[in-house]
């Protein structure tokens, strides 16, 4: 039996209840007030040089209060329940509001909103057993250790919750479920290395020996490895290998991780899209869409101030044809319409899109389909350490890691050492060749995002990686 069903929950929403009754009752001197609840609840199984080390149960709730008067508005967060935390946590907003200059953008909070029905919850992944969960975990191991390799990793499974309300007579929740599966196999002190990983909303969904085995045909391969010279080559990468990449495309380090994809940046010449509208940004056979009703897709159906999501399309056969909106943008910027992007008010950066869904033109293919249709070059598993090098071309530095592998002739030939890059995605995005079917990853900033792995030319390699 999972720790978390051994536990009485109460239920979010009325949890929730509860707290603004005494938020209320502590902010009496503001005209309006917002509360937004959320709770994680998680269940990890930490295992490394072939032992189960660790089975964690994690619970945080957050409550985050808004007080809002004669156009100004301050926000305070407190990470207790107890009504004497809550109580400091409202009076510190009545001071900040005090002080707080009139915001020209506040418009009045949401009243009552309708939203479309989605379902993300899986009981099945709150109630899966700790002994099949570790079962998972015995069968990498066990792999692993029949082939003299170590496996080391992480299977989690989560819910998250929101419960929004305020006086003016908005109420929205969710309930969703998650986890992921990260294996790693390695030998000779780190320097044969494999990886792979999975993500869920349903652990019915998750194939962990299909992890397992992937994982350990990338190490028994990544043996030995040769130097290459660096230069441009044919890439085929991985689906789960570019993440941490990908991330960088909607957001600008430059500017303090300012979101790109949104209107307030894209007025204000925040942006690396700015003035480009109906420009050709990426390749003709990618089209980039915002769209949280994916059934992939994970998370609420509303933003950061309760507004419906819309489905949007930004890029569309490689021409940039729409931005992330909302109700602050409508009201500054004439034929704006809000799609349900905010963020949490009062915010600087403007509104993001957060369900973003990455679609290639054509049919899709297996990673071990492009790599046959590779004359020669390289595939890659993993790529990390990522930097922003140049913002207006999306320009990244970053390495390869837990397989590098040269490919002649659609076969892979041997492994190579890793490689340092220096690789616009800009210019990436406009030489993809193929796709697989995408992936989900939730790795960064509550953004869910479904991503292919391609097969593309001319990846840009600088140097060789001393790692």
């Known amino acids: 039996m999972s720790q978390s069903s051994t536990q009485k929950q109460i239920p979010l929403t009325e949890r929730g209840h509860r707290v603004f009754d005494v938020v209320r009752k502590f902010g009496k001197g503001a005209q309006e007030i917002e509360a937004t609840l959320t709770s994680t609840t998680g269940e990890f199984l930490r295992f490394g040089n072939n032992e189960l080390g660790q089975s964690q149960f994690t619970k945080g709730r957050t409550l985050s209060v808004r007080l809002a008067s004669e156009k100004k508005q301050a926000r305070t967060t407190t990470g207790r329940l107890e009504e004497s935390f809550i109580q400091k946590a409202v009076e510190k907003a009545v001071a900040q509001l005090k002080t707080a200059p009139e915001d020209p953008d506040y418009l009045p909070m949401l009243g009552h909103q309708k939203y479309r029905t989605i379902n993300r919850y899986h009981e099945r992944t709150v109630q899966e057993s700790a002994e099949t969960k570790a079962g998972h975990v015995g069968y990498a191991i066990e792999l692993a250790r029949k082939n003299n390799l170590l496996a080391s990793g992480i299977l989690g499974t989560s819910v998250d919750e929101v419960f ?175 799609t349900g992007h905010e963020l949490p008010l009062p915010n600087p950066l403007g509104e993001a899109p957060t369900n973003l869904v990455i679609q290639g033109k054509g049919g899709t293919k297996t990673t071990d389909e492009l790599v046959g249709e590779l004359d020669k070059g390289l595939l890659l598993t993993r790529l990390w350490y990522i930097r922003e090098v140049e913002p207006r071309t999306k320009t990244l530095t970053g390495m390869t890691r837990d397989g590098t592998f040269l490919v002649e002739n659609g076969k892979i030939k041997r492994p190579v050492k890793n490689l340092r890059f220096n690789q616009s995605l800009l210019e990436l995005f406009n030489n993809i060749d193929g796709f697989t079917e995408p992936v989900r990853n939730t790795s960064f900033t509550g953004t869910t995002m479904l991503q292919p792995g391609i097969l593309a030319r001319d990846f840009n390699f600088t140097s060789v990686s001393p790692f």
């Open 164 to 338: 929004m309300i305020n006086t003016a007579g908005l109420e929205a929740d969710y309930k969703g479920t998650g986890g992921y599966f990260s294996l790693t196999m390695d030998a000779d002190n780190g320097n044969q290395t494999g990886y792979a990983n999975s993500t869920f909303a349903d652990i019915s969904e998750l194939d962990a020996k299909q992890v397992s085995e992937t994982t350990l045909e990338r190490a028994r391969l990544n043996k030995a490895q040769s130097e290459i010279t660096p230069g441009k080559f044919d890439v085929v990468i991985d689906p789960n290998a570019w993440s941490e990449m990908l991330f960088f495309f909607i957001v600008s380090a430059s500017t303090g991780f300012s979101p790109d994809f949104g209107v307030r940046q894209y007025r204000e010449g925040r942006s690396y899209l700015s003035g480009r509208m109906d420009e050709k940004i990426l390749g003709d056979n990618v089209t980039l869409v915002d769209d949280v009703y994916h059934p992939l897709q994970t998370g609420p159906a509303f933003d950061g101030e309760g507004y419906p999501k819309s489905n949007l399309t930004l890029v569309e056969n490689g021409l940039l044809k729409g931005l992330a909106s909302s109700r602050i943008s409508a009201h500054r910027y004439d034929g704006v319409n809000p």
